[in-house]
Structures are given as C-alpha cells and as structure tokens.
C-alpha cells in the first residue's frame, strides 16, 4: 500500500533553514507528483507546492519563491522540502502528499513539526 | 492566485441530518479540479471527493459533490458520529490553494 513516511520534529532558529524528507514506499515513485501543504497551529492548510517525480519540474507557491527548494532522490524514493530564512510565522506542521489519478493530493505523510522558536 | 471562500464557517448539526457546505472560487477553476478534504484534530487531511464530483477510494456514498466553474458543494447526506470534522475545499489547477474550512460541529 501507498505510504509517506516524513522525519522527525524539528525546532530551529529564527534565519535558519530546514530539510524535511518524504520516504515513498508501495508504488512506482517516479510516476507521481509530490505536493507540500503547511498548517500552522489552530490554522487552516496553505498549499507551498509541488515537484514532479519524474524529471524534477517544480511548482511553487508565490510568498514562498526565493526561500523554498522541492526536490527527490529517485534512487532512494524519497521526496525533500527545504525552507530558508525561517521566521516565526513558519512555525507549523509540514505535510508531504502523493497525487491521485486525478492529480490531487491524495496519499498523505503523517507530517512534521516545525518549530521556530529563539 | 485564485482564492477560494468557504461557507459557512462553522456548521452545527445533529446526527443523521444534511450538511451543505459550500466553496466559492474568485476565478474559474479549470477542467473542475477541485478536491474536498476532512480533517480531524491531530491526523492529516484525508482526501474525499476530487475532479469536483469523483468519490476517492473507500469513501461512503454519503459523501457527494457537485459543481463546476466558481460555485462548488460538498454534501453530506446523513451525519454519521465520525463525520464531524473540518473540511477544506482545494483547487489544484493552478498552482493549489485551499479554502480556509468549514467546521462540522455537533449541535
């Protein structure tokens, strides 16, 4: 069966960077795109974007140009969302998705914590 | 960007009646790629109903959805104890953005 494994919890500084990886596993991972959704505490959810997993074509949402990077590493299925110049604000709880035959976010990691904090 | 309005807010209802909940699009959302997602606190939202009107995998019958264009609803035919929940409207055509969610509550 389709499953997303994220890493752990993360608490970083205010200006530094973080890397949250996304192991694929139970299909071919070069076949489907791989989308990244936030939410902050007691928030809703905010789309970050998207990269293809199979020639590294990315998406990505407008106030997060210049400070975020989506890639993967075919030979270990996995999928990495890098944020930079972190700020407080980007305190939330990070989720990688697997699209559907439609092209939606379908499959869900089970997310990742990140905590910006001084 | 295209913005998605949910309505209403907040939704307070009993076991066993009808839940309409609504997504408005500031555009029009191409070739009806639009998704409905439930939430519950502490999991990650699970995928319900994509292409407007496509049922996802396992999901009960209860389940509906409709429209096209700007004007979109996810129905709920009969509220079952496990159906309350936050839903979140999502448009994936261009670039991806969620509404802000409607919550199911118990009246």
């Known amino acids: 069966q389709v499953q997303l494994v994220q890493s752990g919890a993360e608490v970083k500084k205010p200006g530094a960077s973080v890397k949250v990886s996304c192991k694929a596993s139970g299909y071919t991972f070069t076949s489907y795109g791989i989308s990244w959704v936030r939410q902050a505490p007691g928030q809703g959810l905010e789309w970050m974007g998207w990269?293809?997993?199979?020639?590294?074509?990315?998406n990505y949402a407008q106030k997060l140009q210049g400070r975020v990077t989506m890639t993967t590493d075919t030979s270990t299925s996995t999928a990495y969302m890098e944020l930079r110049s972190l700020r407080s604000d980007d305190t939330a709880v990070y989720y990688c998705?697997?699209?559907?035959?439609?092209?939606?976010?379908?499959?869900w990691g089970q997310g990742t914590l990140v905590t910006v904090s001084s | 960007e295209i913005v998605l309005t949910q309505s209403p807010g907040t939704l307070s209802l009993s076991p066993g009646e009808r839940a309409t909940l609504s997504c408005r699009a500031s555009q029009s959302v191409s070739s009806s790629y639009l998704a409905w997602y439930q939430q519950k606190p502490g999991q990650a939202p699970r995928l319900l109903i994509y292409?407007?009107?496509s049922r996802a995998t396992g999901i009960p019958d209860r389940f509906s959805g409709s429209g096209s264009g700007t004007d979109f609803t996810l129905t709920i035919s009969r509220l079952e104890p496990e159906d309350f929940a936050v839903y979140y409207c999502?448009?994936?055509?261009?670039?991806?953005?969620f509404g802000q969610g409607t919550k199911v509550e118990i009246k």
């Open positions: 998705a697997r699209e559907g035959s439609g092209s939606q976010p379908a499959y």
């Open positions: 990269i293809s997993a199979y020639n590294g074509n990315t």
């Open positions: 292409g407007a009107s």
């Open positions: 999502q448009q994936y055509g261009s670039s991806g953005t």
